[in-house]
């Protein structure tokens, strides 16, 4: 579209020197103040969706917290293909996803819940004692084992699948009174306020079948409290994500902050056990990628987590442009390479109303000397004017406006591409040239040059050289003024994901060429 009303020979451009030909003439001063503004306007708006660069995971928790020290707890690692932890009694710490480097250039795995951080699962006795953080179990096998001085005796097997780890109390109660036990889980750890502005991070609740979403200065500000059957809660990063569920009725979630930490938790309605009674209470942990296919398959034992990724407003877009960057990629094995197809593909898709618009373009400026007559002859009446332009739209079938209709179904699938670019995990450190992330901005700033060059150029093609100097005709004076478009959007697109440049130029260059073929036809 901003090549359309670029076009000085536009009907649009004509139509507007029409509405305007009476108008007072606009100062030099004030229409630069005007076109200020609107940068300065845009360059906010832009500013709200940007993307930083990627950091590395949570920060580390301060060490100034105060925290229970489970130091004398005997270590003991769980681990996987995929996953691998530290487990300390309740707690479990230190998770590496064994398939994700830090960096393209550190190869170290992914470390979620470090530092301080700490998942803990455990239960709330009533009547008697149960096993704390600091409490040192015992190992039989694959389980830990803790009797306390009632007699009741506290089994624990940890087991791993995927990104999902299996927390197994078994509870036998082996003295002559009935006890209850309420079991808990709760996610500890730092925020993050440095992930992408346009990507939601902070902590997640599903509550009877809806998301909670909660950002971490939200949570600075107040606590929050939930009830729901069943559900899961926990913390969301750009790429990754940490949550438990409780196998148990009648939950209660809490998110808050303490001190330095923030803490989602959730605890379940306490289970009687009876004399001489066991029971089985089952807690699972979900820490890896938020990736929709590993999402899928952790649904199936912690129902709703698969809703947890957030596509935005296009989502029916997003997801389907996801998974074809992704098909792509199993073919040509390069995720640059993947959305250069990818683009082509849209475009290919988008010719017949391409088509239809740049054939409208040539059609206008063809029409350019009729116009021109037109607002001479009939430069005092304006209705007259107007109705003349309308009977020459009319006999050429084309329209001012029918050049938009192609940019317009580009806004949407530029924000799903962008929004799908930013959530997906397969294109964090995903290389192409010189650009060692497509999910963050080209560091050298070339892609960006690139497309604003290709912008222009564009432009350039789709209209015919004219007398600018002219402050009285407004069509000039716009034409004049949008020529600073290219500028503008090479600043915005200079922080965007690289990916999304990449698609954009791509698209300009491919713009380019069915252009001269329909210029080159129409001769």
């Known amino acids: 579209m901003v090549q359309y009303l670029n076009n000085n020979n536009s009907g649009f451009s004509a139509w507007m020197a029409a509405q305007n030909n009476n108008a007072p003439r606009r100062s030099r001063f004030g229409t630069f103040l005007w076109w200020t503004f609107l940068f300065l306007v845009a360059w906010w708006i832009v500013g709200l969706f940007i993307t930083p660069s990627t950091p590395e995971n949570s920060a580390p928790v301060s060490d100034t917290t105060v925290l229970v020290d489970v130091s004398n707890v005997p270590l003991n690692t769980i681990s996987s293909d995929t996953i691998s932890a530290d487990v300390r009694g309740l707690r479990v710490s230190n998770i590496d996803l064994k398939n994700y480097a830090k960096s393209s250039s550190d190869a170290t795995p992914v470390r979620l819940i470090d530092g301080n951080a700490f998942i803990e699962i455990g239960l709330t006795p009533n009547g008697t004692t149960a096993p704390t953080a600091t409490t040192v179990w015992k190992k039989s096998g694959d389980n830990m084992i803790w009797r306390n001085p009632d007699g009741v005796e506290f089994s624990r097997n940890i087991t791993t699948d995927g990104y999902l780890i299996k927390i197994t109390d078994t509870i036998k109660n082996n003295s002559k009174h009935s006890f209850s036990f309420a ?15 346009g990507v939601y ?7 009877n079948n809806d998301l909670e979403h909660n950002a971490w200065r939200k949570m600075d500000k107040k606590s929050y409290a939930y009830t729901t059957t069943s559900g899961f809660v926990g913390f969301v990063d750009q790429y990754w994500e940490t949550v438990a569920n409780i196998d148990s009725p009648d939950q209660t979630m809490r998110i808050k902050k303490q001190g ?6 959730v605890v379940a309605a306490p289970v009687n056990i009876a004399a001489g009674d066991t029971r089985t209470i089952t807690t699972n942990v979900f820490a890896g990628p938020r990736d929709r296919n590993i999402l899928k398959t952790a649904n199936t034992t912690i129902n709703g987590i698969i809703e947890s990724v957030d596509y935005g407003w296009f989502w029916f877009l997003a997801r389907p442009m996801l998974w074809s ?3 792509i990629h199993k073919f040509v094995m390069n995720y640059g390479l993947s959305i250069i197809i990818f683009t082509i593909l849209i475009r290919i898709l988008m010719w017949p109303l391409t088509r239809k618009s740049y054939t409208s373009m040539i059609a206008m400026q063809k029409m350019q000397p009729e116009l021109q007559r037109v607002q001479k002859l009939y430069a005092n009446d304006k209705s007259r004017m107007q109705m003349e332009m309308m009977r020459i739209y009319q006999t050429h079938k084309t329209s001012p406006m ?19 670019l930013l959530i997906s995990v397969q294109m964090r450190n995903a290389h192409f040239l010189w650009i060692s992330d497509l999910a963050t901005m080209d560091p050298y700033f070339i892609l960006p040059i690139l497309m604003g060059a290709t912008m222009w150029l564009q432009q350039y093609l789709q209209s015919n050289k004219t007398d600018t100097s002219n402050p009285n005709d407004i069509a000039a004076q716009t034409a004049k003024t949008m020529k600073w478009m290219p ?8 922080w965007m994901p690289a990916g999304l440049v990449l698609y954009w130029t791509v698209s300009n260059i491919f713009g380019i060429g069915q252009m001269m073929w329909l210029k080159h036809k129409s001769k």
């Open 201 to 207: 991070t902070g902590s997640v609740a599903y509550v």
């Open 260 to 265: 330095d930490l923030y803490d989602a938790g």
């Open 487 to 494: 500028i503008l959007f090479t600043i915005m697109f200079a």
């Open 402 to 420: 029918s050049g938009c209709l192609p940019m317009l179904i580009q806004i949407p699938i530029f924000f799903a591409l962008y929004k799908a």
């Open 325 to 327: 960057i992704n098909a």
């Open 183 to 197: 079991p808990y889980a709760r996610v500890v750890r730092a925020g993050n306020n440095t992930d992408s502005a």
